[in-house]
């Protein structure tokens, strides 16, 4: 299994340093970004836009996901949500209520159901 890992990318700088914005104007005007495997632990991400976004196996534990919308994402799977707050968080249709729940509470990895 692959661990979390804090990169060196600017753009995944900006969300740790909590510049939500700045990093959704730059992505709406067309940079990139590497987010997969990425660690979000703890990090406040409300506003974030994840529309074209691969958050796969990003590590999001205690991190504040309240109205994030994820169903736009390129892929969720593999990503683990423990003891996130996910109030108003919208999820992919491909990841039923079980698997969020198994996430939020037990930590374990978002799986897509076909």
Known sequence: MTR????????YRLLREGK?????QRIAAGEQVDLTHCDFRHLNLQGLETTGLDLSGSYFRQADLR????????????ASIH???????????????QEILLSLEHGTRIRYQE
Do not use: T
């Open 20 to 24: 939500i914005d700045e990093f959704n």
């Open 67 to 78: 109205g994030v919308d994820f169903s736009r994402c390129l892929s969720l799977e593999g």
């Open 83 to 97: 003891a996130a707050k996910i109030s108003g968080a919208y999820f992919p249709k491909k990841v039923n209520a």
């Open 4 to 11: 979390p890992v804090i990169s060196d990318d600017p753009l």
